[in-house]
Structures are given as C-alpha cells and as structure tokens.
C-alpha cells in the first residue's frame, strides 16, 4: 500500500515525471494487475491514483497505458460499492477521454460511457463532478463522424449536455462544454442535410433557456 502510494506520488507532476514512472519495466502491467484482480481498498485507491496520473500525461504514455489494458481493469471499477473508488475510476477515464480521437474510440470499446452517465445520475456529488468530465471530454474531443455518433447513441448521454452547462460554475468546464455543445449541433446540422430538412433535431434538446443564458454570459465575458 505505502510502495502505491508512493507511485502515486511519484507520477502527480510534470509529464516527464509521469514518462518516467511509466517507462519502469512492468509497473504499469502491475498497476493493472492489481486492478484486475479482488484487493482490498487500501491497494485500489492508490494503484487508481497512479494509473489517472500515467493517464494525465503526454498522449504518448497515455496510450502506453491504454495497451497495458488498463481500460477492461477499470469499467468494472465505476460499479463498485465504495464512492471514492468510482470518483477515482471517472477521474481516470476522464484523462483518457480529453485524449485524441483513437483514445476516446478505446473507451467506447471498453463500454465505459454507461455507467459513467449513470454515476453522473446516481453517485454522491464528488463522483458526479468527475463523470461530468468525462462526458464533457468525450463530446468535445469527437472529432471523427462515426465517433459522435457511437456517443450520440448511449442513450440519455445527449440530454445531460444542458445539465453540466446550466449547472457549471468553472470557466474552465463551461468552455469545455460549449465545445462538446458545438460538436453535436455539428452533427446534428449533417444530420438534417442528409435527410433534407432544415432543422437540426438536437436544437430543441440542447438549446434549453439556461444552457442559452449560459452561452450568452459566456459569449459577453469574451467581448
């Protein structure tokens, strides 16, 4: 447990501090063993926080832990009974999905977006915070067409876009989520063209009268 911990430690930094960790031969198929595997809680805790961080760096050792299969170790993770192991579980996934395209595709394999929509439903408010993220992250990184539409298809994904935005109070994640915002509206306009109509459906479902004050504010703080 103190050795985890340390790891933990060891990877909250820079992203050369993490590539280091990381690059330590058999750590990171380790860390997910111990995942993997029944433990008790004093070892999930920690090894979760080692792996968010590898998670947090570069796009490199990110993908490096990705091929470690450290995503199958984790869904199980976001049903598990104790809170702070979910909060840990999302806040991981969450560095995964602010990845490129290739990475967010790894989580919708790994069949992840349900049960972080359903934390965001149903988990105490820390562990919501952190499955906002992730659905924030996953809209707004879904550059490639098919790939929205895999997101688009999770049912009752779309609809929370209004919550995280009405209810956001960091510039940071409101920024975030006009993004994801603009990347279903996109979608939704390809959507409407190719079956010849001028209306895009999602307009009725993400434009709700406190996601526009909250663009408008946004929008005026910009100039």
């Not at 993490?18 to 380790?30: D, N, P, S, T, Y």
């Not at 999905?97 to 439903?121: E, F, K, T, W």
């Not at 105490?124 to 929205?148: H, K, M, T, Y």
């Not at 009752?156 to 995280?164: H, Q």
């Amino acid at each position: 447990m103190d050795a985890l911990w340390t790891l933990s430690y060891l990877s909250d930094g820079p992203d050369i501090a993490q590539e280091r960790v990381a690059a330590e031969v058999g750590l990171v198929e380790h860390i997910v063993s111990i995942l993997s595997n029944p433990c008790s809680l004093e070892e999930i805790v920690p090894a979760l926080r080692t792996a968010g961080n590898l998670m947090a760096g570069d796009d490199a050792t990110t993908q490096l832990v990705i091929n470690a299969n450290i995503l199958p170790a984790l869904r199980p993770l976001l049903d598990h009974q104790s809170a702070t192991v979910r909060k840990e579980a999302c806040w991981s996934l969450s560095n995964v999905l602010a990845g490129h395209a290739v990475q967010i595709r790894s989580c919708l394999d790994a069949g992840v977006m349900a049960p972080i929509l359903h934390n965001y439903r149903n988990s105490p408010v820390e562990v919501q915070r952190e499955a906002s993220w992730c659905i924030a992250n996953a809209f707004a990184g879904c550059s490639a067409q098919d790939l929205i539409m895999e997101m688009m298809d999770v049912p009752g994904l779309v609809p929370t876009l209004p919550e995280l935005l009405s209810e956001a109070t960091a510039s940071s994640f409101i920024d975030l989520t006009i993004s994801a915002y603009l990347r279903v509206l996109k979608q939704g306009e390809n959507i409407a063209v190719e079956a010849g109509s001028d209306i895009n459906p999602y307009i009725g479902l993400l434009m709700t009268p406190d996601a526009v004050r909250v663009i408008q504010q946004s929008a005026a703080m910009r100039g």
